[in-house]
Each structure stands twice: as C-alpha cells, then as structure tokens.
C-alpha cells in the first residue's frame, strides 16, 4: 500500500465540503480532494498523523479527509501518478486528467442534473452551451459523468458528536455506513478513533482493527 498525506490545506476547501446525501455530493467532495491538491502540491507532508487529507492506494484505493468531529472516507476511481514534485490524477477509463477544466466540466453537470431530473441529454447541451464544446467532446464528457456516478463510492464517516449524543439511539462515537446513498448503519464504538485506525483498516496487509 501507498499512502501520501497533505497538511495545512486552505480553508476555502476544507469548507467547501459537503453533506452526502446522494451520488452527486459524493463526486463533488471527490473533486473538492482533487482540485485542492492540484492547487496546493506544497501541502505534501510526510507526517502521517498530522494531516488534513490522506489518499491510499494498492489493493484499497481511497481517500481519508480529517474533520473537526472525526473523519470520512470514499473511494478513489482515479489513477494516481506520482511525480514527486506533484501527484497527477488520471481517470483511466477514459484516459482523461483531473485537472481544472475537467473539474469544472464535472462540476456544471452536477448543478445541471440539481435543476431536475438527470438528464444525459441536458448535461451534453449544458456543456456544449457553457463552455462552448463541439457536442462530441460534450458527449464524452457526458459518459465520463455517468461513469463516475454508477461506481460503488464507498463512503462512510466516524463521527465525534457530544451535542447530538442520545444513549443507545445515537452514540456520541459513531460509524456512519451509506446503503442506496443514505445512512443505513450506525455503529456505535466505546472509544475516540484516531488516523491509525484507518490507515490500519485500507492496508490488506496488516491485522483488522477491532472496533470494541
């Protein structure tokens, strides 16, 4: 397993996070990941238990994101190529850079499909009309939408929340798992979770963590 670790991200991203109520806020927060790093490829540190987010990859490819209650982890779909200076992110599947055009693109089909109902259609036209792309390119980018939405996207949080702590119905240390994009399991734990914990947890190599 790989793990590269960023520290002292800039506020304006670690606020620009969002709640996960369904694929589409899940894909913005990847993207929020995404576009932090590209901006900031000094964040890079080696500390790996002080850090704002974490990406893994190997047999488990995902990205950890520390909040100021806990933390949230989703699947990474992006290649990860590191050129030591910087970390470039790759969607194989259609042989596409993450960079800021790209996150732009994903980021005016995510609100075109907020307006109502997804559409394919009204992404491909949207694209075309705001970026002014000749509709094959609209189209790929289209596909590339769809793609990233239909992945299993893995996220799940551990939260630290005192405020809203109500015995056994809503544990102050808590798992939250995601089933058809809600929650649908909390699991309460008796103990703080650290960073270990996780970085434990993605690595295939070493002995699952117990929860008790």
């Known amino acids: 397993m790989s793990a590269y670790f960023f520290h002292e991200i800039p506020v304006c991203y670690i606020s620009g996070f969002v709640a996960v109520r369904d694929p589409y806020s899940n894909l913005e927060n990847l993207l929020n990941v995404v576009e932090a790093i590209n901006c900031?490829?000094?964040?890079?540190?080696?500390?790996?238990?002080?850090?704002?987010?974490a990406l893994f990859t190997g047999d488990v490819n995902r990205v950890l994101i520390r909040k100021a209650d806990g933390f949230f982890t989703m699947a990474m779909p992006f290649q990860i190529i590191d050129y030591g200076a910087n970390i470039v992110f790759i969607y194989d599947e259609y042989n596409l850079t993450i960079d800021s055009a790209f996150i732009s693109y994903m980021k005016n089909a995510i609100n075109t499909c907020r307006e109502g109902a997804y559409s394919y259609d009204n992404v491909v036209y949207s694209l075309h009309e705001s970026f002014g792309m000749e509709f094959n390119e609209a189209i790929l980018y289209s596909d590339v939408l769809s793609s990233l939405l239909l992945k299993d996207h893995g996220y799940?949080?551990?939260d630290d929340d005192p405020a809203n702590q109500n015995a056994r119905i809503h544990p102050r240390y808590h798992f939250d798992f995601f089933c058809t994009n809600s929650t649908g399991i909390k699991i309460g734990v008796n103990n703080n979770i650290t960073?270990?914990?996780f970085i434990d947890l993605f690595d295939l190599n070493k002995n699952r963590p117990y929860m008790a």
């Open 195 to 197: 960073s270990s914990f």
């Open 156 to 158: 799940f949080r551990f």
């Open 40 to 53: 900031c490829p000094t964040s890079r540190t080696t500390n790996g238990f002080i850090f704002d987010f």
